[in-house]
């Protein structure tokens, strides 16, 4: 039996704090299509609704805000003695030592930390998750099982380490993307060119970096400002700020000097890869991702299919009765509405001219959708 076997709907009813959306609504979806009994608490709840809804569950997931959570675990800790508990809080540090102090007293706790929205596709991005205390086992097997569902991949890390970690991998490349689109939005004026042009006109480091500069791009600012707020408010996060303020001061002072920079440039990927391994398949992962951006680029149709073995061959069966030139073929992995898997695939076709109605009736046979 593995460690996630015990898990079964058979166990008893989940409690989800914030259920009605977010991570919460997403992971009671997953949990109900999964067999489970789901019970959802939210923020209008009253406490005596809120421990009857702890003393009727196994296991209490808590996906309400951040700020939120020290109130729910200092007002209904107590009820939650002999439970598992798992949270999906982005920032730990307002409730870090109540959720050790109930580890400690008889709360099985596994923290998680889902690295992706979600809204998003989640097969295939990560999951960190932080075991706390002497017995959390049950917990951890229980979030192993939650996130299975979906898909994701799990790294287990210290729960002490996450807020440095985070300094590391969310708010050096949110400092580093929002302060690129200020100096890029200066550049543009100055040429009175508009963002869109340039990908026409740049070079291939920059439309791969453009993909993270995008995606900061389209949040809100309040993302941002919250994971650089989060991160300087620990003596580490306001150390990398400032080996980023003394990197910039190091390439002004020695701009004009191309070996002086090389020199600066070297010992820093040095420091970071000594053996060259993770530069050379850097250099295979780019050029993959460089090949489907000009993929997308060119003329392309988007399909989404439920996903079952012989889906391709029937859809491009289709596009084949249609004399349709496919020139590329990328797919994603998703969840429906409905809870069940399917795929999106996003083919690059020739320029001819395209019968859609034909081939979107033909799709619809059985069960896909077109997107042009």
């Not at 999951?127 to 939650?146: D, F, S, W």
């Not at 929002?178 to 869109?196: E, N, P, S």
């Not at 690059?348 to 046979?365: M, P």
């Amino acid at each position: 039996m593995s460690n996630t076997d015990f898990f079964s709907p058979a166990i008893g009813p989940v409690c989800v704090f914030g259920g009605g959306n977010g991570w919460g609504k997403r992971v009671a979806e997953t949990m109900i299509n999964a067999g489970f009994k789901v019970l959802i608490v939210e923020k209008h709840a009253s406490p005596a609704e809120i421990d009857q809804a702890i003393a009727n569950s196994v296991l209490l997931f808590i996906a309400i805000p951040d700020p939120a959570i020290d109130g729910l675990l200092q007002m209904h800790g107590s009820a939650m003695h002999g439970r598992m508990l798992i949270d999906c809080a982005t920032n730990k540090s307002g409730f870090n030592v109540r959720l050790q102090e109930l580890a400690s007293s008889g709360v099985r706790v596994c923290s998680s930390h889902p690295m992706a929205a979600s809204n998003a596709a989640l097969r295939g991005q990560n999951v960190l998750l932080m075991p706390i205390g002497n017995q959390p086992e049950t917990a951890e097997a229980a979030a192993r099982h939650i996130y299975g569902l979906l898909g994701m991949q799990i790294s287990r890390i210290d729960f002490t380490r996450h807020g440095e970690i985070m300094a590391v991998v969310q708010m050096l490349p949110h400092v580093v993307q929002r302060v690129f689109l200020d100096a890029l939005a200066t550049g543009l004026a100055a040429h009175a060119l508009d963002i869109a042009d340039l990908t026409m006109l740049a070079s291939a480091n920059y439309l791969l970096a453009e993909l993270g500069l995008g995606r900061v791009a389209a949040q809100r600012g309040e993302v941002s400002a919250g994971i650089i707020a989060t991160g300087m408010t620990s003596e580490f996060g306001r150390n990398l700020l400032a080996v980023l303020h003394d990197r910039l001061e190091a390439i002004q002072t020695h701009g004009s000097s191309r070996t002086e920079l090389a020199a600066l440039f070297d010992a820093a990927t040095q420091r970071i890869d000594p053996d060259g391994v993770w530069r050379r398949d850097m250099a295979h992962k780019s050029e993959a991702a460089l090949i489907r951006l000009g993929n997308l680029r060119s003329r392309s149709l988007a399909i989404e299919a439920p996903n079952r073995i012989g889906m391709l061959r029937d859809i491009l069966t289709v596009l084949a009765r249609h004399s349709i030139d496919m020139t590329a073929l990328d797919s994603q992995l998703m969840t429906g509405d409905d809870g069940r898997e399917r795929v999106r695939f996003e083919i690059g076709i020739g320029a001819q001219a395209l019968d859609l109605e034909g081939i979107e009736s033909e799709l619809r046979t059985f069960d896909a959708l077109l997107f042009d």
